[in-house]
């Protein structure tokens, strides 16, 4: 059974620092990989995807990076401000009882001290 | 283009009672799935669906049931509600299932 883990659970940053989180996983056979933001009581916005051919996907500050052989995927916040203060999920696509599935790890909520 | 949208934002239920879940997207995406959120578990897969007429069981899908009878919308029913089923409910949408995954507000539902 797929498992996504994302450590630290909680993480407090000085504005302006560069971050990373992290997102490990137990099986390597992924169709791909996102990358979300939710605020609190509010719905999932997609950051990045990265398809399983791919090693890296970059949008504006944020750089995500996969590597399947080791079961590791980072996100990269560059500069961090404020308004990047929310939960960070990361969410597997992989085979399963039959169909795609997603699963998502438990979330690393990042606080942007200003 | 109002993308996901769900109602009701929230609910209160007894034990027993049974009430439907709704999700209608516009953008035409063939792929739509419900999550359910619950505090130190994440997101768990409900039911999912390929296409009109096309639904299969996630993760958890006991005392759930949906049906899909126009691309746009897939509600979730739920038969006899009982205090487990206490939690967030997230609609998503995609092109396909292996491709960005929009997702609705939430319905956060009590079963009293």
């Known amino acids: 059974k797929q498992e996504v883990t994302q450590i630290p659970a909680a993480l407090s940053v000085p504005e302006g620092e560069n971050l990373v989180l992290n997102c490990s996983f137990t099986d390597s056979a992924i169709y791909n990989l996102q990358w979300f933001r939710q605020d609190p009581g509010k719905g999932l916005t997609s950051l990045l995807l990265?398809?399983?051919?791919?090693r890296e996907q970059t949008s504006g500050r944020l750089n995500a990076s996969l590597d399947k052989s080791s079961g590791r995927s980072t996100l990269y916040i560059a500069a961090s401000q404020p308004g990047d203060s929310a939960t960070y999920l990361c969410?597997?696509?992989?085979?399963?009882?039959?169909?795609?599935?997603?699963?998502f790890g438990k979330g690393t909520k990042l606080s942007v001290i200003p | 283009n109002a993308g996901v949208t769900q109602t009701p934002k929230f609910q209160v239920l007894k034990t027993g009672q049974s009430m439907t879940l709704q999700c209608a997207q516009d953008?035409?995406?063939?792929?739509m799935s419900w999550y359910r959120q619950d505090p130190g578990m994440g997101l768990r897969l409900i039911h999912y669906s390929v296409g009109a007429g096309i639904t299969d069981q996630g993760e958890v899908p006991n005392g759930y049931n949906v049906s899909r009878s126009t691309t746009e919308d897939f509600p979730l029913r739920l038969l006899s509600a009982a205090p487990s089923q206490t939690s967030v409910y997230f609609c998503a949408t995609a092109i396909s299932s292996t491709d960005t995954q929009y997702f609705g507000p939430g319905t956060r539902l009590t079963v009293l």
């Open positions: 990265i398809q399983s051919s791919q």
């Open positions: 953008m035409n995406h063939e792929y």
């Open positions: 969410a597997l696509e992989h085979s399963g009882a039959g169909s795609y599935q997603l699963t």
